[in-house]
């Protein structure tokens, strides 16, 4: 369906120029959202009456939650799992300096790879590892950071860290190539060096031009710095706020956490009742201007970046721009399940919509 010219924004605005887009998908799609049409119709049509592929993990109601994608994309094919991505915080390789500080290592390989982003949906993606977002990268604050980049795609890429550093560290095209940092050539590495400061939830992700290109097609991840004196224990999740434009539009016909719509509706996230619940929030969205998150019948406490120990709100809803990030803490009361979603509801549908389900 990748080579279906749907432009949601045209669907959405309505009017003469879309009715020829709505009419196409009503062939397609009798009774669906226009977010349907994009799953591809041989499911479709088992969707009639009966709401698509989401019935089955809410079984009794019959009463569909979302309109969403039918079918399932193959996670294995793709190489990464939301379900593993969430819980999943690359510490990379440790060794002790000389001079006693420790000094920690990773290796991130920048990839062309097709990404199944939405059942039959195949996006020629650009990754970190292979994956989309990138590995969730983790460290102390006061530690000396050795990120080996290797450049396995066919364009230049770089890493840009959010984070203290020199210049030439900055992973920057037309900036540290003086130093040999700057931007890295098909087939050619660079080792980024820098301290791990501030404490926090930062990001990284490829900063040469195009850039909204290069962040769009895949090549960004988060990068959280903990504070030296720890946080306080909890089931910490990460959820990279993020979306793809499919039609090379310049605008997104899929939203979600972690990279697939709706995958934590069919997998709900699963969490103990009472236990604090730590999730990292960043928002790597492109082309639009804010993304959102919300929780149901909640509240949690809010660290903008995650940089202070003291929460800055007390709310069930935050708004970011891109490159925005934050730490939410909560703990859930009460069993069962509960919806978390964009609060940019038109998000939702399209994808950025998921549940916790609490148990005992
Ligand atoms: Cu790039």
């Not at 006693?100 to 982003?117: M, S």
């Not at 224990?233 to 979306?243: F, K, P, Q, R, S």
């Not at 604090?276 to 149901?296: K, M, P, T």
């Not at 990030?325 to 009361?333: I, Q, S, T």
Request: aromatic share 10%.
């Amino acid at each position: 369906m990748a080579d279906r010219k749907l432009t949601r924004r045209g669907l959405i605005a309505g009017g003469a120029a879309a009715a020829p887009a709505i009419a196409a998908l009503h062939e397609v799609v009798p009774h669906g959202g226009l977010h349907r049409a994009l799953g591809g119709h041989q499911e479709a049509s088992a969707s009639e009456g009966g709401h698509g592929g989401m019935n089955h993990a809410n079984p009794g109601e019959g009463i569909a939650i979302h309109d969403g994608f039918s079918g399932a994309v193959d996670l294995r094919a793709n190489g990464f799992d939301p379900s593993e991505v969430v819980r999943d915080f690359d510490y990379g390789k440790t060794k002790r300096l000389p001079n006693g500080r420790l000094l920690r290592e990773w290796t991130l390989v920048a990839r062309d790879k097709e990404i199944e982003v939405a059942p039959g949906v195949r996006y020629p993606a650009w990754t970190y590892n292979g994956r989309i977002p990138g590995p969730t990268l983790r460290c102390t604050e006061g530690e000396r950071l050795r990120i080996r980049f290797v450049n396995g795609s066919e364009h230049s890429h770089t890493i840009h860290f959010h984070g203290i550093h020199p210049d030439f560290m900055d992973g920057v095209a037309g900036v540290g190539e003086r130093l040999g940092g700057g931007q890295v050539q098909p087939g050619g590495e660079f080792t980024y060096e820098f301290e791990a400061e501030p404490f926090g939830l930062h990001l990284y992700h490829c900063h040469v031009l195009p850039l909204a290109e290069h962040i769009a097609k895949g090549l960004y991840g988060a990068f959280i710095v903990d504070p030296k004196q720890g946080r306080p224990d909890a089931d910490e999740l990460i959820m990279v706020m993020n979306g793809f434009d499919t039609n090379f539009d310049q605008a997104n016909e899929i939203y979600a956490v972690n990279s697939i719509p709706f995958h934590y509706v069919e997998h709900p996230i699963r969490v103990k009742r009472d236990q604090l619940v730590r999730i990292y929030v960043a928002n790597l969205l492109e082309f639009d201007q804010i993304n959102s998150f919300h929780i149901h019948a909640n509240f949690f406490d809010y660290y903008p970046t995650g940089t202070r120990l003291e929460p800055l709100e007390y709310t069930d809803t935050i708004v970011q721009g891109q490159g925005q990030r934050g730490v939410v803490e909560l703990r859930f009361p009460y069993e069962g399940k509960y919806m978390f979603h964009a609060h940019k509801t038109e998000f939702a549908e399209l994808g950025w919509l998921g549940f916790f389900e609490v148990v005992g």
